[in-house]
């Protein structure tokens, strides 16, 4: 049977995390284009997944592949498992497509993700190898596009949320709707896990967070990620999340201005989570930016969870604003249903640099109080912090330092502060002339090429410095490296020393 659609999740791990990527970077499935896969075949389409990360092929590999399926169109799914990874994995998504060019394939290439949502026409200026571009999730774009013989510019004119070249003029047609409420479980129906490649087993290519696995590289695989609900409420100025929601046709999309959540309903949730498992999954992220937000949602799901007997399979783990963290009761019910890891974004030990950044979240919270509480539910915390917020300096970043100290949880993510395409900040710094980023590495949180926001106190280098030395002074920790022995045995400590032994070659600060 013919191909309609090629969706090609592209490869870019050593860019985005140097020497971590070959043993402790996560490698997650390509969530969106597993749901956008379902989404077309359920109105006739037939859809393929070409997964170049997982699978880590070359770019050569990748372009016989691609020839051999010979699809109608190839579509770039550019997003990853961090929120910056929409733009630094445009590397390995740019690269493919040249190569594609080169070798005189002639098959339409798009491409959809978090950067490209946020600058559609700036990614048309820059890469002539991309034909045209989805300015936001595409599920409905997508499949219009496919309604037509994808042949001439006549055809694109018609379609809503896309960006494509006529002549030498670059257009954005008018937005495309996203899937409303009502309408999630019809036309975004699930994932094709089937089309996924393997070894030996489903999903034994893709690996778990070091932590999640409570450090164990034996406990990692077979692994996914699963959304429940798609968006976030809240309008955080270092956060480009929301962009997918795109409405508008401006020349910079802002994804505050498109803040809105929608959630599938539970009983689909489940029948996806039971499909994994039937295939041998027990390790599964829950990938929504706020699942503890709406008890409308999270309560009935994970009381299916629980009555069905999952939770004492699973090892799951999912994200919770602090704030949302209400009680012991909701505690108990999300342990039960086999979620024992909540992320939590603590951002900053400052209270007021915390709340200038993130639009009043936290103010009258206890964030000592919240951790203790989520630990004595036996649900272990990994904490977020930024480092280089824009009132941040030397004594801040060290508070937020010495806070995650105090909490001392059971993992620690600190990333420096980026004003990433699609964020409030990457608008505000781009209005005023701040230097930005000129290539998709430097959007890396973890790459050679990083480049921070300046404050007004600190520059990038600084701010990168700070954050590689507190990611190694909390992991050698000795409470926290004790509280790992007493919790997951030597073999978790001696991984997590292991870890310790790759080092992150940074351009700013080798230079500065």
């Not at 990874?85 to 394939?105: D, F, P």
């Amino acid at each position: 049977m013919s191909v309609d659609v090629l969706l090609v999740n592209p490869g870019n791990a050593i860019s985005a995390y140097q020497g971590l990527s070959h043993k402790f970077s996560a490698i997650e499935p390509p969530t969106w284009a597993l749901l956008l896969a379902q989404s077309v075949r359920t109105i006739g389409f037939v859809p393929s997944i070409l997964d170049v990360n997982a699978e880590h092929l070359t770019v050569e590999e990748a372009v016989k592949r691609v020839r051999n399926c010979s699809p109608r169109l190839i579509c770039l799914v550019v997003y990853g498992q961090n929120p910056n990874s929409g733009t630094m994995n445009m590397i390995g998504a740019v690269r493919l497509a040249e190569a594609l060019k080169a070798e005189n394939i002639d098959i339409p290439i798009a491409a959809v993700g978090s950067h490209i949502s946020a600058l559609p026409k700036d990614v048309l200026r820059k890469e002539p190898s991309l034909d045209f571009v989805f300015s936001n999730e595409g599920v409905y774009a997508l499949r219009n596009v496919l309604s037509t013989d994808l042949q001439s510019t006549e055809c694109l004119r018609q379609i809503k949320g896309i960006a494509y070249r006529d002549g030498n003029e670059i257009v954005l047609n008018q937005a495309e709707k996203i899937v409303p409420q009502d309408r999630m479980d019809l036309d975004l129906p699930g994932y094709a896990w089937d089309l996924l490649p393997f070894e030996q087993e489903p999903l034994d290519l893709y690996r778990s967070h070091f932590w999640h696995a409570e450090y164990n590289h034996e406990k990692r695989t077979p692994f996914a990620a699963i959304y429940t609900s798609l968006g976030c409420t809240f309008q955080c100025d270092f956060c480009m999340i929301n962009i997918l929601n795109r409405d508008d046709t401006d020349e910079i999309g802002v994804a505050s201005n498109y803040s809105k959540m929608r959630f599938w309903s539970p009983l689909l949730i489940v029948k996806e989570i039971e499909k994994l498992m039937d295939m041998g999954v027990r390790t599964l992220r829950i990938s929504d930016e706020m699942f503890l937000l709406n008890k409308k949602y999270f309560v009935p799901l994970c009381e299916l969870l629980r009555d069905r007997g999952h939770g004492k399979k699973l090892n799951m783990w999912a994200y919770s604003r602090i704030d949302t963290v209400k009680n012991l009761e909701h505690l108990e019910l999300i342990k039960s249903a086999g979620i024992n890891w909540l992320a939590l974004g603590i951002e900053s030990g400052v209270k007021d640099v915390r709340l200038e950044i993130t639009k009043g979240r936290f103010e009258d919270v206890d964030i000592h109080g919240v951790v203790k509480m989520i630990e004595e539910a036996g649900i272990e915390v990994i904490a977020n912090y930024l480092f280089g917020l824009p009132t941040d300096n030397v004594d801040s970043m060290q508070k937020t330092l010495q806070l995650s100290l105090d909490l001392c949880t059971m993992a620690w993510n600190g990333y420096p502060v980026m004003a990433l395409p699609g964020s409030e900040l990457y608008k505000r710094a781009k209005e005023s002339g701040e230097k930005l980023p000129e290539r998709y590495e430097e959007y890396s949180f973890h790459g050679y090429h990083t480049s921070p926001l300046p404050t007004k106190e600190l520059e990038p280098d600084q701010i990168l410095a700070f954050r590689d030395n507190a990611f190694t002074t909390y992991h050698n920790y000795p409470r926290f490296i004790e509280k790992v022995r007493n919790r997951f045995g030597d073999i978790a400590v001696n991984n997590i020393k292991d870890m310790l032994t790759v080092t992150l070659s940074r351009k700013l600060v080798e230079e500065a």
